[in-house]
Nanobody
Framework: QAQLVESGGGSVQAGGSLRLSCAGSGGTFRRYAMGWFRQAPGKEREFVADINWSGDSTSYSDSVKGRFSISRDNAKNAVYLQMNGLKPEDTAVYYC??????????????WGQGTQVTVSS
């Protein structure tokens, strides 16, 4: 059974940093595009960032560009999200996702269970 498991969420003050990790198991995730979505209370789930299978192409939402950085380690079937300069509006449940297109998270095939990120002002 293929699955994604996130870790690294928590509470931080505005301006702080967190690093999210997502480990895949039971599947060939090194060939998948991987990345992150988030969902704040009362809002729809939104795209945050993704990275293609080889790690040489990334994309970010405008709201996190310049503050967040996505990377991956295919030897570990893992993807990471380094979040710097956190703002209260970044508070959300962050979900790891994987897409078998290998290029973008256009229609994810797998989702993690989510990890909470809370940023206080």
């Amino acid at each position: 059974q293929a699955q994604l498991v996130e870790s690294g969420g928590g509470s931080v003050q505005a301006g702080g940093s967190l690093r999210l990790s997502c480990a895949g198991s039971g599947g060939t995730f090194r060939r998948y595009a991987m990345g992150w979505f988030r969902q704040a209370p009362g809002k729809e789930r939104e795209f945050v960032a993704d990275i293609n299978w080889s790690g040489d192409s990334t994309s970010y939402s405008d709201s996190v560009k310049g503050r967040f950085s996505i990377s991956r380690d295919n030897a570990k079937n893992a993807v990471y999200l380094q979040m710097n300069g956190l703002k209260p509006e970044d508070t959300a449940v962050y979900y790891c996702a994987a897409d078998d297109s290998g290029k973008r998270l256009s229609s994810p095939d797998y989702w993690g269970q989510g990890t909470q990120v809370t940023v206080s002002s």
